[in-house]
């Protein structure tokens, strides 16, 4: 039977885990549960009978003295404030007490909840062996100095952090010279090259880059390897110039001296492909602690002590340059000193061919960058620290502020400047409600809360230095001094006018119609409802006016659907002029239909009938000049039919059946013509408590051209009204 894949991923992520010591976490908030791997388990040296862990099970393994900033960091990964990462103590059932590291990055479990993720690494080993490492790197700090390539870091503006002396000596300028200054002013030379090109790529897409470039302005040629990181860029140079012209030399010298005269560093191999002998010289010894003759068996031997995630992949490339004709080959991995022990190395060779160009021989060096890459990640290390020690707020992309207890700002971050325009210097000290509160009774309330909850997240309303406001999800929390008194208090907001604006779009594609921007059939019902409730609790009288553009098929059939769809947008904008006041509703039934709305008329129903006639007479007459669709004048009529509604009107799909009826009488009588329609009792003389009266539909008309009407004022309105 096949293991599934999903089974095999399963063993292959434990056996990682195993190989590099470090097991995996995942901490769901919501539950408060733990979830660790086989490997978490034997590094925290806790029992595997906690399969459901929780945070109090692994609390108690934890060292005393640690448990309180344990706690500390569970509580700012359930907040989301920060991906934490914490060096602290375990202690074993046996007694032994373990330095742990906890990393943690935060994500979004199958059911939508916040949760976090992250690995435990075991550093006892590393902490013992730290205090002779650093005792090593002081010793090797002038060789490094002296012996490896020049290099340099930059931030992320493109700013010189760090120059080594080698850089110094290349670059032909002192540290304090360059420190602090952008790259591209100091090297003005560089704008435009392929220096440039690969340091923004390297920059934008976070790849390591090496490649070989003339600096013009030097007139020397430099080899480069660029690391880029969060902080910014280091950057590993050498001159290559004397190299270069070597090259052109060694094509009139012997063939070992040239390759001689091409390797500088200090481990020199010689592979022998036809016997597939391997020799290696001194240089063995001191870096790795191997006699040449113990690793001289072949290529394999070599392969063999390069660390398994990396084996495969140096090899492949070393046969790969070998098949490929390639004229060298340069790699870097990590190799296993005799002590078991892997050194980070550099390792290029160049190979010599037959006339058939087949490989004979690869002559190589080697070059041992532990100390560099170790030295490279703990100035890393320290730097970051103090970053995040001095401006970790300051990284956030939300704007972080915080004040005392009187408002007075006290922290003022980079995302609080982007955000509100002030800057640090100008806020700090300003009271933070005066400065950008736009709605300070809302504040207030916000406020209380927090100091009655301790904390309080919710909309508020602020203002920016330009006198704009926005609006911000703000999350407040109270802080307390050592006797448990109100201090001060941290702010964190987050711009989401963002989202507001999709908001608006999603409820405008919900409610308006894409083509002519008004109401759509579900805002005009909404519409429709609110207008017989007001009504019913006015005992006023409304209207709703059904219009129809007549012999709109004929024009799409005959000019096209686009021309059709711009007459009904020329259509919206004059019924919408026709129709000023606010309270009323233009609205877009479909296809060429068009529903208004009026409310708020007199209770008296000829009085009413009155005033939306003459509103349908208005609408009428804003078809008399032609409409103009794209060079094309087009004439048009409409015809509308009108039915009024009351405080006894329920049924708005009724009053919209009367309107449609009544305007297709209106078609049928010619076109260009208001119908009213109403329900009239059939008796006239029952009296209006009688269960026996009954309504009928009743029509009476008004043409655009036509003088003379059939007055409101002779209807016969029935109880219903």
């Known amino acids: 039977m096949q293991t599934s894949k999903q089974v095999l991923l399963e063993r292959q992520l434990s056996d990682v885990q195993t190989v590099a010591h470090v097991g995996i976490w995942q901490y769901l908030f919501a539950s408060g549960k733990l979830i660790w791997s086989d490997e978490t388990y034997r ?14 099970a692994y609390i108690a393994a934890v060292h005393p003295d640690d448990r309180g900033k344990v706690l500390a960091m569970f509580e700012q990964a359930r907040r989301g404030s920060i991906q934490p990462m914490l060096e602290h103590r375990v202690v074993w059932p046996n007694g032994k007490v373990r330095e742990l590291e906890a990393r943690g990055y935060p994500f979004v479990d199958q059911d939508g909840q916040p949760a976090m993720a992250g690995t435990l690494a075991d550093l006892t080993g590393v902490k013992r062996s730290r205090a002779a490492l650093r005792a090593l790197s002081r010793k090797m700090i002038n060789t490094l100095e002296s012996m490896t390539d020049a290099f340099y870091m930059l931030d992320n503006d493109w700013r010189f952090t760090y120059l080594n002396s080698q850089a110094e000596r290349l670059l032909l300028h002192r540290r304090d010279e360059l420190l602090g200054k952008v790259l591209w002013e100091a090297f003005p030379g560089l704008i435009g090259t392929r220096f440039e090109t ?21 007139l020397s040629c430099k080899e480069l390897r660029i690391f880029p990181s969060r902080e910014g860029l280091a950057v590993y140079f050498t001159d290559i110039s004397e190299r270069k012209r070597l090259q052109e030399i060694e094509r009139q010298n012997a063939e070992r001296f040239r390759l001689v005269a091409n390797t500088t560093t200090d481990i020199i191999w010689d592979w022998d492909l036809a016997q597939d002998r391997v020799w290696w010289n001194e240089g063995t010894r001191n870096a790795f602690g191997y006699t040449p003759d113990q690793i001289d068996d072949g290529i394999e031997t070599w392969a063999r002590r390069i660390h398994p995630d990396e084996r495969a992949r140096a090899l492949a490339s070393l046969l790969k340059a070998r098949d490929k004709g390639r004229d060298d ?39 041992d960058v532990t100390a560099q890459k170790r030295d490279e990640a703990e100035r890393a290390e320290a730097e970051a620290r103090n970053r995040v020690q001095a401006s970790l707020l300051d990284k956030a992309l939300d704007a972080i502020s915080a004040t005392d207890i009187n408002g007075r700002i006290t922290y003022w ?12 210097d100008e806020v700090m000290g300003a009271n933070k409600g005066d400065l950008i509160v736009a709605d300070r009774a809302a504040f207030e309330r916000a406020f209380r809360k927090m100091l009655q909850q301790g904390d309080w997240t919710g909309e508020l309303l602020k203002r920016r230095k330009d006198g704009r406001t926005v609006c911000v999800e703000a999350h407040l929390t109270l802080m307390r001094d050592d006797a448990g008194r109100p201090q001060s208090m941290l702010c964190i907001d987050t711009d989401i006018t963002q989202r507001k604006r999709a908001e608006r779009e999603i409820e405008d594609l919900a409610f308006f119609d894409p083509l002519t921007a008004l109401p759509n059939r579900r805002l005009l019902l909404d519409r429709m409802r609110h207008a017989v409730a007001t009504c019913r609790r006015t005992g006023r009288t409304g209207a709703l006016l059904f219009l129809d553009l007549d012999n709109f098929k004929r024009l799409n059939d005959t000019l096209g659907h686009d021309k059709g769809d711009l007459l009904l947008q020329q259509v919206a ?149």
């Open 43 to 56: 590094i925290a040296g806790i029992d595997k009978q906690y399969v459901d862990a929780r945070i109090d």
């Open 198 to 218: 690969e340091y923004r790529q390297a920059m934008a897409q976070q790849r390591a880059a090496a490649f070989e470039e003339l600096y013009v302005p030097f």
């Open 329 to 367: 080959w340069h790699a870097e991995y990590r190799l296993m000193r005799r002590d078991g022990a892997y050194a980070d190395v550099r390792d290029r060779c160049i190979f010599i061919r037959a006339a058939d160009g087949s490989a004979q021989r690869a002559i190589g060096a080697m070059l």
């Open 413 to 424: 971050n980079k995302g609080a400047q982007r955000l509100y325009g002030w800057t640090s």
């Open 573 to 721: 904008l004059r019924l919408r002029s026709r129709v000023p006041r606010a309270s009323d509703t233009v609205a877009r039934h479909g296809g060429d239909k068009f529903v208004i709305v009026l409310e708020d008329l007199p209770a008296e129903p000829a009085e009413a009938a009155a005033q939306a006639e003459r509103v349908a007479e208005k609408i009428l007459a804003a078809f008399d000049t032609p409409f103009q669709l794209d060079g094309h004048q087009h004439h048009t009529t409409s015809s509308v039919g009108v039915a009024l509604f009351a405080r006894h009107s329920n049924d708005v799909d009724e009053v919209l059946k009367w309107a449609d009826m009544a305007m297709y009488q209106a078609k049928a009588a010619d076109r260009n013509t208001i119908r009213f329609t109403t329900r009239r009792c059939r008796s006239s003389s029952a009296p209006a408590s009688s269960s026996k009266q009954t309504c009928a539909t009743a029509f009476s008309s008004k043409s655009s051209t036509s003088s003379t009407r059939a007055s409101p004022t002779s209807f016969r309105w029935c109880n219903a009204w």
